[in-house]
C-alpha cells in the first residue's frame, strides 16, 4: 500500500494546523486554569470558610474583653479618685477578715473580750480548722475556749464577739451553774471557728471588678465594718486597781494629815511653812528734765 498516495488523496498538505493550535491555545488552556482555579478554592477557601463561625465567635469574645477592661480601667481611676476612702475601707476589710490565721493575736483577743466582760478564763486553745481553701476561698481557726461567770456577763461577752472586727463565729455553747454567795455562776464552753482569706499572688488583668464601690449596700456594708471595735493587743490598757483593803488605809492617812493642817499629808503637821516676807521694791530712777 502505497502512503504517499493515500494522504495526497486525503489532502493532508492543505490542513491548517495553525488553525488547531490556535484552537487549543484559546479554549483548553483557559479550561484549564479555570479547573486549576476550582481546585485551589476547594483546597484552600473551603477550610477557610468553615473556621468563620470559629473566627466570628473569636472575635466576639475579644470585643466583649476590650469593653470589660474599659469598665475595669474606669473603675480603678474611680477608686484612684477616693484613694484615701478607698485606704479606710480596706483596712476595716482586713480587720474583719484577715489574709492569714493570726492566731497569738486571735487567741489574746478573745481573752481581752472575756476579761472586759467580766468573765474568768479557765482554759484557751485553739486547733486547725477542717474547712478547706478550695471550698470557698478561705479557711478557719478553731478556738476551744472555757470561761465562768453570771449571765449578764455572758451576754456582755457575746455581744463583745459580735461587735469586734475580728469575725468570730459561735459555733456551740454548753454550760452548766451552780449557786455561789454572789448569785447564779456558770461554767461555759465554747466552741468558736475564725475564717480567714486563702489569698493568691496570681494576678489576672482580664478579671472584672464586680464591686460597686458607689452601691448603697457596700456603703452601708463600709459604715457597719468601721464601727466595730478593734481589740489592739499592742496597747492593752492598764486595769484600775480596786483593792478595798488597799485604799481605806491611805484615805484614812490623808484625811487625818488635813486634820492636822497639812492639804497634802506626809508629816507637815508639826512644822507649818511660814509665808516669806515680800522684798521692797525699789521704784526706778530716771534722770531728766522735770516738768
Known sequence: MDLGKDLKGYNVEKVNFSS?????????????????????????LLPSYREIPSLE????????????????????????????????????????L????????????????????????????YSRGSRSAS??????????????????????FMARIERASRLVLVDDIRYSSKREDEGIVMSINYRLH?????????????????????????LDDMETLQKLTYYD??????????????????LNDLEEDQENGSPFGGGFADEPDEPAEPEPIEEPVIDGPEF
Do not use: H, W
Open 20 to 44: 488547531i493550535i490556535g484552537f487549543f491555545v484559546n479554549f483548553l488552556v483557559p479550561l484549564a486554569c479555570l479547573l486549576i482555579t476550582a481546585g485551589l478554592a476547594f483546597i484552600v
Open 57 to 96: 465567635n473569636t472575635l466576639q469574645i475579644e470585643e466583649n474583653l476590650a469593653v470589660q477592661l474599659e469598665t475595669k480601667a474606669s473603675t480603678l481611676l474611680n477608686m484612684v479618685d477616693i484613694r484615701d476612702t478607698m485606704e479606710d475601707y480596706t483596712v476595716a476589710v482586713d480587720l474583719a
Open 98 to 125: 484577715t489574709s492569714e490565721p493570726k492566731i497569738p493575736e486571735l487567741l489574746s483577743q478573745v481573752d481581752r473580750m472575756a476579761g472586759e466582760s467580766g468573765m474568768e478564763v479557765t482554759s484557751l486553745s
Open 135 to 156: 471550698d470557698d476561698g478561705y479557711n478557719d481557726v478553731g478556738i476551744a475556749l472555757t470561761t465562768s461567770g453570771t449571765f449578764p456577763r455572758l451576754l456582755d
Open 194 to 218: 475564725s475564717p480567714y482569706l486563702s489569698v493568691t499572688s496570681d494576678a489576672v488583668t482580664d478579671e472584672p471588678i464586680l464591686l460597686d464601690i458607689f452601691s448603697q449596700e457596700f
Open 233 to 250: 493587743i499592742s496597747q492593752v490598757e492598764a486595769e484600775p486597781f480596786d483593792d478595798p483593803a488597799f485604799e481605806q488605809p491611805l
